[in-house]
């Protein structure tokens, strides 16, 4: 493209709308003409963020206020629920990325049964894309509408779906014990994110119940060819950023865990942002912090048949703005790896 794409972003004064400008003031060929926040309309988003000073970039406003003739691509980052409407009212010639969780599940009804409201915009929900790159690269390059993956699920289907295609791990029986950073939950003020309430411990919550699920179920059916469900907890830890995701699996017969760690290499080798670490080799969160990168290791279980397999992510980076970034430079045409270059930050 020979002129700069001049995106928008909705929701700029969360976490996520946060992390995309501080991505993309940086990408070579996007120009940030529009950034809303209903809140915070009319304020230097410099005052909201300190941090995004000093790069020449438009006040906030409404979303009412944007001259869609002015814009070529957008970036959702409103919260769940608030977005089916936003989208199907926009431009139809505008190519989205939605980071909100209202069309990653395909089926409405779904969707319906686990955010407690119909789904606002089905004709639209027919043509999103499903923005795990690593899994769906074609269809995301041909896309229109791509729905962003969750944090969590991101780092739950990576080391998965390669096993499950290739009939290495058993589709019962698979656990997976996850771990998040507090922005996970997003920038509002809430009693349970208070510094008191989080420091210091670590708690569960969504106990059964918690809406990634039936997310990475989605996935992880489709990589098996049948249904699947399995077991999802998460659990909340006092630091900003991070994914851990401890995923315990049965082995297929005659099956090991230095198998499922050869197959995972072999599925990642020509990837940019997915790289699986040596035998005995644990990866921890804060050796992605800041990047796109997921880190994977695998290990056999002490019960027989068994095998341990780990991952992390960034939540706010792999986990959301960063992906969607990935997925806008597929969209559009450029590198994969545009704009997002950086390596983890460390300590």
Same mark, same amino acid.
């Given at each position: 493209?020979?002129? !700069?794409?001049?995106?928008?972003?909705? #929701?700029a004064s969360g976490y996520t709308g946060a992390e995309l400008v501080r991505l993309l003031v940086r990408h070579p060929d996007v120009r940030l003409v529009a950034l809303t926040a209903e809140r915070q309309a009319g304020k230097p988003l410099a005052e909201v963020f300190p941090h995004l000073g000093g790069y020449d970039l438009p006040d906030l406003v409404k979303?009412? $206020?944007?001259?869609?003739?002015? @814009?070529?691509?957008?970036?959702?980052?409103?919260? =769940?629920g608030t977005t089916q409407e936003v989208i199907a009212a926009l431009p139809p010639r505008l190519k989205v990325v939605d980071l909100s969780a209202d069309f990653r599940l395909h089926d409405v009804e779904t969707y319906a049964t686990w955010y407690g409201h119909a789904h606002k915009a089905?004709?639209?929900?027919?043509?999103a894309v499903y923005g795990l790159v690593e899994a769906n690269r074609a269809a995301v390059k041909a896309a229109r509408l791509v729905a962003n993956p969750g944090c969590y699920p991101t780092a739950s289907q990576l080391p998965l779906l390669p096993l499950?295609? $290739?009939?290495?791990?058993? !589709?019962?029986?698979?656990?997976?014990?996850? /771990?998040?950073?507090?922005?996970?939950?997003?920038?509002? %003020? /809430?009693?349970?994110?208070?510094?008191?309430?989080?420091a210091e411990g670590?708690? !569960?919550? #969504?106990?059964?119940?918690?809406? =990634? !699920?039936?997310?990475?179920e989605q996935g992880v059916s489709e990589a098996a060819g049948k249904p699947v469900v399995l077991n999802f907890t998460p659990h909340l830890m006092p630091m900003s950023r991070g994914i851990h995701a401890s995923i315990y699996v049965k082995l297929a017969p #005659? /099956?090991?865990?230095?198998?499922?760690?050869?197959?995972?290499?072999? %599925?990642?080798?020509?990837?940019?942002?997915?790289?699986?670490?040596? %035998?005995?080799?644990?990866? $921890?969160?804060?050796? @992605?912090?800041?990047?796109?990168h997921c880190l994977i290791g695998v290990f056999p279980d002490r019960v027989p048949g068994r095998a341990i397999l780990l991952s992390v992510i960034d939540n706010l980076v792999k986990g959301a703005s960063g992906q969607a970034i990935q997925n806008m430079n597929l969209m559009m045409g450029y590198p994969e790896d545009r704009g997002l270059e950086q390596a983890p930050l460390f300590p």
């Amino acid at each position: 493209m020979s002129t !700069a794409l001049r995106v928008a972003i909705l #929701g700029a004064s969360g976490y996520t709308g946060a992390e995309l400008v501080r991505l993309l003031v940086r990408h070579p060929d996007v120009r940030l003409v529009a950034l809303t926040a209903e809140r915070q309309a009319g304020k230097p988003l410099a005052e909201v963020f300190p941090h995004l000073g000093g790069y020449d970039l438009p006040d906030l406003v409404k979303i009412d $206020q944007v001259d869609w003739d002015g @814009v070529d691509f957008v970036f959702c980052a409103l919260p =769940h629920g608030t977005t089916q409407e936003v989208i199907a009212a926009l431009p139809p010639r505008l190519k989205v990325v939605d980071l909100s969780a209202d069309f990653r599940l395909h089926d409405v009804e779904t969707y319906a049964t686990w955010y407690g409201h119909a789904h606002k915009a089905p004709e639209l929900q027919a043509e999103a894309v499903y923005g795990l790159v690593e899994a769906n690269r074609a269809a995301v390059k041909a896309a229109r509408l791509v729905a962003n993956p969750g944090c969590y699920p991101t780092a739950s289907q990576l080391p998965l779906l390669p096993l499950l295609r $290739q009939g290495l791990v058993l !589709a019962d029986d698979i656990i997976i014990d996850a /771990k998040s950073g507090v922005s996970g939950a997003g920038r509002d %003020a /809430k009693q349970a994110n208070l510094y008191g309430e989080v420091a210091e411990g670590v708690h !569960a919550y #969504g106990v059964a119940g918690h809406r =990634h !699920a039936p997310e990475i179920e989605q996935g992880v059916s489709e990589a098996a060819g049948k249904p699947v469900v399995l077991n999802f907890t998460p659990h909340l830890m006092p630091m900003s950023r991070g994914i851990h995701a401890s995923i315990y699996v049965k082995l297929a017969p #005659g /099956k090991t865990a230095d198998d499922l760690r050869a197959a995972l290499v072999d %599925a990642y080798k020509g990837e940019t942002f997915v790289r699986v670490l040596p %035998a005995g080799v644990a990866p $921890q969160t804060r050796h @992605v912090k800041g990047s796109n990168h997921c880190l994977i290791g695998v290990f056999p279980d002490r019960v027989p048949g068994r095998a341990i397999l780990l991952s992390v992510i960034d939540n706010l980076v792999k986990g959301a703005s960063g992906q969607a970034i990935q997925n806008m430079n597929l969209m559009m045409g450029y590198p994969e790896d545009r704009g997002l270059e950086q390596a983890p930050l460390f300590p």
